[in-house]
Structure formats: C-alpha cells, structure tokens
C-alpha cells in the first residue's frame, strides 16, 4: 500500500474523528450546561476559555456516552440509529435551543469574534501557536513513517479489540466476558461510536489503525494548556512537549490505540481541571468514565485524586466555608458517579453482587 492510498485513509479517517469529536463535545457541553452550580458559573463561562471548555465537554460527553451505551447494550440496539444519528439530532436541537436564546447567542457571537481577533492580531499568542503546530508536525510525521511502514496493525492486542468492536456493530450489543481483567467495554463503545458512520470492516480497521495520530493531536493540545499553567517560560513548556511526546516510551504506548491511550487523554483533561481550578464533582464524570475504560489507569488515578482532595481539605482545616464546599463537590461527585454506573450495573449485576 503506497503512501498516497493511506493519505486518503488517513484523510478518511480524519472526517469520521472530528465529527464525532465535534458531536459528543456538543453532547457533552449540554450536560455541562446544566450541572454547573451557580458559585462555578464564573469559571465555567469566561470567554477565553473556550479550547478548555471544549476539551472538557468533551470528556463529560465521552463519560455519558459510554453510560448511554450500556443502556443500548442492554437491550441489544447499539446501532447507527441509536447510538449516532439519535445523538446528532439531539446536538442539532440543543445548538437551534442554545442560539435562539438572545443572550447567549450575542456571547457566542462575541467570543468567537474575540478569539478570532486576537489570534490572528496578537503576536503574543501567534508564535506559541506556531511553535505547537511545528511539534504536532514534527510528532506527526514520527509517527507517519511507523504506521505506514506496512498495512498491519501495531503489535496482537489491536486485533483482538478490532473484533469485539465489529462484534458489537454486527450485533448491537457485546459482554464483557472474554475482554480481560480491567479490560471493561467503554473502549469499545467509544471506536464503535467513531465508526458508526461507515461501519465496514476497512474503515474500521484503518480507524485504528490511523487515528492514534488523532488522538496524538489532543494530548499535545490538552497538554500544552496543562503546561501553560504550570510554566511561565515559554521554552520550558516547548521543551517540556518534545521530551514528553518525542520520547520512546510514550511513543510505544500510544501510538497502538488501545484503551490506555484512550483513558491518558480523559486523565490528561482531569489534570487540565485541577490545575485550572475547575469544581471538584466534575472529577466524577472522568472518574466513573476511566473505571468503565481502563481499570489500571482508574486506579491510580483515583489514589491521585483521593490523595488531592485530602490534602486540598487539610490545608483549610479553618475555614469551615471552604471545607464545607469541597465536601459538598465530593458528594455531587459521588451522586455523578453512582447516576452513570447504574448502567453498567444493570448489564451485569452478577459481576457487581
């Protein structure tokens, strides 16, 4: 297969991903929409924030999908209908919904022209964009010249998810027996999710097979914003990119598309929160969608979570107020985690009880 055929694939591909990307983001904002409390509206609404809102809409959106898809699993129904088409419609009403409201309409409007302005205006926020495109290209063609070296998929485990996903598209439902110790279905709904599209066994396979450069994409985005925010030299947050994506070990990992990659980009979004300030309970949408991804990756992330939440209580132990907040973000983030676990207990109750 020469390289102009896996330029069309990999262009093929690129459609399918930006526009379920773009459908669970918009999914996924209608519920950030609505659970946001009034005390983090402020946070939640500055105009100059509207990468992280998508990126953050985005992992709640993939967190109720997966949800969403033990319900279809449930009854056998995962299918283009149900699980595609049912979620575009409900993006399309909601946007229709969203823009016919005036005020919100004129600060979509405003934000967008502002954004517009500013990168385009500002050289400030024009060379550190140049400067990430150069290592999303530099991390692109990497990864290129491994992928098309041949027309198999990287290593055996690639294979063995590629068919329980189709497994799951012939047939509209799938069981977690069989997929392995911490291997739950999550992963599987979500690549089902992106092909539904064009669900045939070619487009399937390239997906996986191509779309870790994708996904490379987001981690270097999500974390260029995470490194934003810890660094205020330009050159340690550049360097700090190419060591961390450049490097082997990330490369080995990642560029196989499996659940772990997956479940590193919803971690990733999860650390974009803390640093960022965002509301604790939020932290239970990517909890519960780690859990049902990813059961290693959970588990560590969750000692990190707990360990942070301890410590962010201890250091006010005096203000009673403050303390009174993040325990009362902690149980809206167990009451989240319970609401969307409820599915997949429901699919198999005997595993749980």
């Given at each position: 297969m020469n390289?102009?055929?896996?330029?069309?694939?990999?262009?093929?591909?690129?459609?399918?991903?930006?526009?379920?990307?773009?459908?669970?983001?918009?999914f996924g904002y209608f519920f950030l929409s609505i659970i946001r409390k009034k005390s983090d509206y402020d946070i939640l609404k500055k105009p100059n924030l509207i990468l992280e809102r998508f990126?953050?809409?985005?992992?709640?959106?993939?967190?109720?999908?997966?949800?969403?898809?033990?319900?279809?699993?449930?009854?056998?129904?995962?299918n283009f209908f149900t699980a595609y088409l049912?979620?575009?419609?409900?993006?399309?009403?909601?946007?229709?919904?969203?823009?016919?409201?005036?005020?919100?309409?004129?600060?979509?409007l405003n934000s967008f022209k502002i954004r517009f302005r500013n990168f385009?205006?500002?050289?400030?926020?024009?060379?550190?964009?140049?400067?990430?495109?150069?290592?999303?290209?530099?991390?692109f063609l990497l990864y290129w010249n491994i992928i098309t070296v041949s027309v198999g998929l990287i290593w055996r485990d690639p294979y063995s998810w590629y068919k329980k996903i189709?497994?799951?598209?012939?047939?509209?439902?799938?069981?977690?027996?069989?997929?392995?110790?911490?291997?739950?279905?999550?992963?599987?709904?979500?690549?089902?999710?992106?092909?539904?599209?064009?669900?045939?066994?070619?487009?399937?396979?390239?997906?996986?097979?191509?779309?870790?450069?994708y996904f490379l994409f987001l981690y270097i985005i999500i974390s260029f914003l995470i490194l934003k925010h810890i660094f205020k030299k330009n050159y340690l947050i550049y360097i700090s990119l190419l060591l961390i994506y450049l490097s082997n070990f990330f490369l080995e990992r990642n560029i196989m598309n499996l659940p772990s990659s997956f479940a590193t980009i919803l971690v990733l979004i999860s650390i974009l929160l803390v640093v960022k300030g965002y509301p604790l309970y939020m932290q239970g949408f990517f909890l519960t969608a780690l859990f049902l991804i990813h059961r290693l990756t959970f588990g560590f992330y969750f000692i990190v979570i707990v360990a942070y939440i301890l410590f962010k209580i201890f250091l006010n132990l005096r203000n009673r107020k403050l303390v009174f907040k993040e325990l009362s973000s902690i149980f809206s983030m167990l009451?989240?985690?319970?609401?969307?676990?409820?599915?997949?207990?429901?699919?198999?109750?005997?595993?749980?009880?």
């Open positions: 390289n102009i055929s896996f330029l069309n694939e990999f262009l093929l591909v690129g459609i399918i991903f930006i526009l379920f990307i773009f459908i669970i983001s918009i990126l953050i809409s985005f992992g709640i959106g993939i967190s109720i999908y997966i949800s969403y898809g033990y319900i279809l699993n449930l009854f056998k129904i995962f049912f979620i575009l419609f409900f993006d399309i009403f909601f946007l229709i919904s969203y823009l016919l409201i005036e005020s919100k309409r004129r600060f979509f385009f205006l500002n050289k400030r926020k024009i060379i550190p964009m140049m400067t990430v495109l150069i290592i999303l290209i530099l991390s189709f497994y799951l598209l012939d047939n509209g439902s799938i069981s977690d027996v069989g997929l392995g110790v911490g291997y739950p279905s999550g992963y599987v709904f979500i690549t089902s999710g992106f092909s539904l599209i064009r669900p045939d066994h070619l487009t399937v396979y390239f997906f996986i097979k191509i779309s870790s450069i009451i989240i985690n319970i609401i969307l676990l409820i599915p997949f207990i429901l699919n198999y109750p005997e595993d749980i009880l």
